[in-house]
Each structure stands twice: as structure tokens, then as C-alpha cells.
């Protein structure tokens, strides 16, 4: 069975800084996606980064990075510049690219970003 | 931009009561889901739809919980006798196609909170 675990249950970041995210999963899978998903104070899940297991190269979405180590079975978030409106709940999630629709998330990690 | 919504934000409800959760998925997707979440756990999957049948559920989903799309454009979670341990917010969320490549979008949740 697959499980992720985020072992931040908080963390704050002072403005303009970078904060960066733990991931972790376990899977006997080879082919997989991962996915950063945000959840702002109040609003829905949103998608803030995802991975392709089978791509080496480590996404990238704007001040979003990630720091994917397939053999470490490892998928951090890394957040730059940070903004006031980076405060939320963040979920790290995977899903196995086979015969199921069904994503597997963390615990989550809320993060504060202070002024 | 699209968004997946869900009514009510929060039901307030007696124990062993029917309740009726509601969702609008984005317009031109296919692929339905309900996650929840109690209270500082995980989110957990429940239920996948897609063709008016369900495609895939978890054994949390077990007879006192149904699905239906209803009509063209609501698709709902019913669960016949709640219980305490139902109190949890319940996330719809859709996704255009099939297959675990395919980002699943998340609505803002219904508190469901069982007296």
C-alpha cells in the first residue's frame, strides 16, 4: 500500500523568504505523479505543482520549485520569494499511473507567511 | 476560471438523519470523486464516478454511502444514517478525462458536523 507522510505539521517564513516543504512517500511503484496541492484559509484545493515519476527533471511553476528524489522516494515543495498570500494548508499527494483514480495525500503542512 | 463548487458549506445534523451533500463539477468534466477529511487527519478517498457508474471506491465507502449525477451538472454524496463518526469536511472534486495523469480539480468542501 502506498502512504505519504509529511512530517511538518507547521512552519512559518518570513516574507520575500524561501521556505521549503517535506514530501515523503513509500511505493513499490515505477511509474507514478505527484502533486503539491494548496488549501487557502476557507477555499478549495488547488493545484500548486505536480511530477511525472518517470521525468527526471524537477518541475518548476513560477516561484514554486520541487526537489523530486526518486530513489529517496522523496518530493519536497520549495517556495521562493514568499507572499503573504502563500499562507495556507499544503497537501502532498501521489497517484499510481495504473487502474485507479484514486489520490493518496499527507497529512499537510500549514504554512505561515509572516510580514 | 471554472471552479468545482459545493452546497451546503457546512450541515449541521442529528444522528442516524439522511443528508445530502451537493456538488457542481466543471462543466466539461467527465470523472467524479468525494474525498474526506476528519478533523487533523488525512484526506481519504472515498468514491470515483464517471459514466453514471462507480468506477472505484475504498472500503470506508460501504452501504450507508451513494452517489448519483442526478442531471447534467450536479453529482451528490448521500449518506442514509449518519453516525458520529461521519462528521468530517467531504471534498467533490472532477477531473476531465480519465487516468491518473489527469489533475483531479477540488472543490471547498461541506463541513458535515452529526449531533
Known amino acids: 500500500a502506498q502512504t505519504v507522510t509529511q512530517s511538518q505539521p507547521e512552519m512559518s517564513v518570513q516574507e520575500a523568504e524561501t521556505v521549503t516543504l517535506s514530501c515523503t512517500y513509500d511505493?513499490?511503484?515505477?511509474?507514478?505523479?505527484l502533486f503539491w496541492y494548496k488549501q487557502p484559509p476557507s477555499r478549495q484545493m488547488i493545484l500548486v505543482i505536480r511530477?511525472?515519476?518517470?521525468?527526471?527533471q524537477n518541475a518548476t511553476e513560477n516561484r514554486f520549485s520541487v526537489n523530486f528524489q526518486k530513489a529517496a522516494k522523496s518530493f519536497s515543495l520549495k517556495i521562493s520569494d514568499s507572499q503573504l498570500g502563500d499562507t495556507a494548508m499544503y497537501f502532498c499527494?501521489?497517484?499510481?499511473?495504473?487502474?485507479?483514480?484514486?489520490?493518496?495525500f499527507g497529512t499537510g503542512t500549514r504554512l505561515k507567511v509572516l510580514a | 476560471e471554472p471552479e468545482v463548487t459545493q452546497t451546503p458549506s457546512h450541515q449541521v445534523t442529528q444522528m442516524g438523519q439522511e443528508v445530502i451533500l451537493r456538488c457542481v463539477p466543471i462543466s466539461n468534466h467527465l470523472y467524479f470523486y468525494w474525498y474526506r477529511q476528519i478533523l487533523g487527519q488525512k484526506v481519504e478517498f472515498l468514491v470515483s464516478f464517471y459514466n453514471n457508474e462507480i468506477s472505484e471506491k475504498s472500503e470506508i465507502f460501504d452501504d450507508q454511502f451513494s452517489v448519483e449525477r442526478p442531471d447534467g451538472s450536479n453529482f451528490t454524496l448521500k449518506i442514509r444514517s449518519t453516525k458520529l463518526e461521519d462528521s468530517a469536511m467531504y471534498f467533490c472534486a472532477s477531473s476531465e478525462s480519465s487516468g491518473s495523469a489527469d489533475t483531479q480539480y477540488f472543490g471547498p468542501g461541506t463541513r458535515l458536523t452529526v449531533l
Open positions: 499527494a501521489f497517484i499510481r499511473d495504473s487502474g485507479t483514480y484514486k489520490y493518496i
Open positions: 511505493t513499490s511503484e515505477n511509474n507514478y505523479y
Open positions: 511530477q511525472e515519476a518517470y521525468k527526471q
